[in-house]
């Protein structure tokens, strides 16, 4: 976590492509949280809502 509460996590991916990051609590149901378009080879994603959860798992799939 930041000194905020948010969270960020270091994705690596291949330059151009397009992921999305998604957030759970339950490891059942999966909200798509942000997608981004990886304009090098690692990118950043922040989930400033981190702070609004006792508990959240995070995944990066690639966008179709």
């Known amino acids: 976590r930041l000194s905020d509460g948010a969270f960020q996590l270091t994705v690596t991916g291949e330059a151009g492509l397009s992921y999305v990051s998604e957030g759970s609590t339950n490891l059942a149901t999966w909200t798509a949280l942000s997608t981004n378009t990886a304009v090098a080879a690692t990118f950043n994603f922040t989930d400033s809502n981190a ?10 799939r690639q966008d179709p």
């Open 51 to 60: 702070t609004n959860f006792v508990q959240r798992f995070y995944r990066v």
